[in-house]
């Protein structure tokens, strides 16, 4: 005898299905540490294995106390690599430590001299493609 199905009536099915969970973690302390080490490591072999030739470097700084204006002028002649340039930082010492500032502010000066005329060939030679 076969059983009827009643109008309205509830037919249930169950299916089984494998699902596969790929689990993701977030690094652990050590494992970071790990990752930093490695990275400082490759860094450094990196900068080991880079040549960079000897370059020199020779300053002489000139004090110019011009009485007509009461200003003091500081005059750097510096020699890099043979090429020799100037710079210079005038200012009126009034205060304790007023030097030490002026001092500071030509060092300043003679770094943005050799920033600008005497190394920037060595950068301009970088391009888009040497950067990406």
């Given at each position: ?34 990752l ?39 005059r750097?002649?510096f ?22 500032t ?31």
């Amino acid at each position: 005898m076969t059983k009827q199905e009643r109008p309205g009536a509830t037919h249930i099915e169950y299916a089984t299905r494998n699902v596969v969970v790929h689990e993701h973690r977030a690094p652990t302390d050590q494992s970071v540490a790990l990752l930093r080490e490695f990275k400082a490591s490759a860094e450094r072999e990196i900068i080991a294995a880079v040549h960079v030739g000897g370059a020199t470097f020779e300053c002489v700084v000139h004090v110019i106390h011009e009485a007509v204006s009461d200003r003091t002028l500081l005059r750097a002649v510096f020699k890099l690599n043979g090429h020799t340039e100037t710079a210079e930082h005038s200012f009126r010492p009034r205060n304790p430590g007023d030097e030490a500032t002026a001092a500071v502010a030509l060092r300043d000066k003679v770094a943005h001299v050799i920033a600008e005329r005497m190394i920037s060939d060595a950068f301009g030679r970088l391009s888009h493609s040497t950067l990406a």
